[in-house]
DNA sequence: CTGAAAGCGCTTACAG
DNA sequence: CTGAAAGCGCTTACAG
């Protein structure tokens, strides 16, 4: 029927095989593919027997090229070694995978030209879509992406976009959880990001960046405290640059009594640097997390963290996607909020 | 130029658009695309203007069509929250992405069907090649299809399977860690894995499952100790079927002295077990993890576990994928040895 | 060195 | 209800 090939495998029955193996014609073939009307019960019990005996599958690229739906999305995540970006694929592969979409996985590693990567695939058809779990390039040029298909945001948010957004009110949760370091006594905390800036407006629903600087800022204004601006630190995203901060800090002779880490990753390298060296937790210095990954309640001292609903985002962000696969005009904005959760860390 | 479509975004340009704006053929178009000789520098330049003006990139779905590779691989993996294989798509996307690939990510949640997903988009050339980093089916319906591409193991492995592979010698590894633990005094030790039943072999390069445990039974063996088959426990894979499993010892008293996770999950489970209960951990009972990701280290009792020395094998099956795929003739096979570190769970 | 034409595996009007 | 034919965007012999 089909000839081997030695080098390259085996070549694959195509729907003219099927259309003859049928005794009918491609027409009629694609009709049963496609779930088409207009094909007698007859026809289609023969077209069906012969898909199953030559075990027919039609060819993506084929059916792409007359501009059927690729069916594949991306997602796009800064590292999955980072467990709270592990979860969100998680969620948002299983409730996608279910409605028969193949997912692509992009690591960005914090580079725009990463997420443009993802970006250009809309471009050329070969995903529907891409969910982005960090933002990397400005507004316009994401804006821009979204007339090739659809793409929404899931944690990360940019105000000026006009996409479907799933988020946190990043604002209320550090609000609460700066309140809770001041009420704790902590005077002099110092704040690390994993941003490479913060630009800050007070405007919730700005960025994500932006939204939990101010929430901080508005817990110290409430309770008459100011912010020494050399306790900010930028671009610290990983345990070894928490180990690091923590180090010079110590070094410098500049320690603050309590850290608001930009993740927990983060706030388990801090909370190390200071094992080794002595520097009680939360004794001498509070650590604050940020994500309530699993493993936070089992370190070696469980950490006080703002819990991000991981799970509730990547499915609402999930079903966001397919709403606006299925519907360019709903494009759905939500906000859950944060909760502190209390160990012994702070 | 090309019309806006209100309801799909935008057409983009084809190579029939950059042949005419360069007032070429396409043929010329398409040799400057794949770098094909016999092309003036002339017309070569004309061309690349032509397509940097109209930001031409060719589309994947018409190239495949005539044959050309698509350039994506997939990754199969239990369940991507497992740090261990968050880790190892980690380095296999770094190093693959490098080289032009896109990754195709696929959880199998222990499914046979969802690991035949993955290898059927070999068979309509959605991709070139699956790196499995766990083995569903068995060994025959695999080998089948690596005549539509290239598959390669990590990790887990079948020696009936005659595939480029990359893992460690379980063998050697639990042998010395089951050592370790008789040497510190551990008499009834227990032995939990995530599969979900074992088939034991001798032979070193059978399967993961069977090497594991007969390492552990040789180490017994060598100390003139006896394996109580009831202290075998199969399919427990979570964090909180390592909870589970200790709480029911717990509950039937049949506690033993030491136990075997499976992984380092599945130890922070049982440990937790313990603490909730106040079993001393390692007094009253050891626990070995395996893997020792990352934050092992940083528990509440830092574990102590064998290594998988996950970079260097997600490392060695990327190299040894872009070889297969260049050279079917070279399959790779590459053993690691596992490290016991020792921390203070046993 | 260059171009016209066939064809990859599909789907979709268009006839009948 | 069914089929012949055109065409999606490319690449690759085949001429010249």
């Known amino acids: 029927m089909f000839s081997k090939n030695c080098l390259e495998g085996v ?38 027997a012969a898909m199953k005996e030559l075990g027919y599958k039609p060819m993506p690229a084929a059916r792409q090229l007359r501009g059927t ?19 969100l694929i998680n969620v948002i592969e299983r409730t996608l995978d279910s409605k028969g979409y193949t997912i692509i996985l992009i690591q960005t590693f914090g580079r725009k030209d990463k997420e443009l990567d993802a970006l250009k695939l809309l471009t050329n058809q070969t995903i529907d879509g891409v969910i982005l779990c960090s933002i990397e390039n400005d507004a316009p040029v994401i804006q821009e992406y979204s007339k090739y298909g659809s793409i929404v945001l899931v944690n990360e948010y940019l105000g000026e976009l006009d996409l479907p957004t799933i988020r946190a009110n990043q604002y209320q949760g550090f609000k609460e959880a700066t ?19 913060i630009i800050v407006t007070k405007k919730e629903g700005t960025n994500l960046n932006s939204n939990r600087f101010s929430g901080f ?22 345990r070894d640059a928490g180990l690091k901060l923590f180090n010079k800090l110590f070094k410098e002779n500049k320690m603050p009594d309590a850290i608001i880490s930009g993740s927990d990753e983060v706030a388990v390298g801090i909370m190390e640097g200071a094992k080794e060296v002595g520097v009680e937790v939360p004794k001498r210095l509070g650590v604050l997390g940020i994500d309530d990954q699993s493993l ?5 001292i469980p950490l006080t963290t703002v819990r991000q609903p991981v799970e509730e985002m990547g499915a609402a962000a999930a079903k966001a996607m397919l709403q606006h696969l299925e519907d360019k005009d709903v494009v759905e904005n939500k906000v859950f909020n944060l909760d502190l959760v209390v160990r012994e860390s702070v």
Not at 15 to 37: E, F, H, Q, W, Y
Not at 183 to 190: E, H, P, S, T, W
Not at 296 to 300: I, M
Request: proline letters at 5%.
């Open 69 to 87: 739906k690729a069916k594949n999305l991306a997602v796009t995540v800064p590292r999955i070694t980072n467990p709270f970006f592990a979860d």
């Open 179 to 197: 309140g809770f370091l001041i009420q704790r006594g902590y005077k002099n905390i110092a704040y690390a990001t994993g941003h490479k800036n």
């Open 217 to 238: 800022q508005a817990a110290l204004r409430e309770a008459k405290m100011s912010f020494d601006p050399k306790m900010l630190f930028t671009h610290v995203q990983t």
């Open 296 to 300: 936070s309640r089992d370190l070696f």
């Open 11 to 48: 070549k694959m029955p195509t729907i003219s095989d099927v259309a003859r193996k049928a005794g009918l014609s491609v027409s009629t073939v694609s009709r049963v593919i496609n779930k088409k009307p207009h094909v007698s019960q007859q026809k289609e019990t023969l077209v069906k």
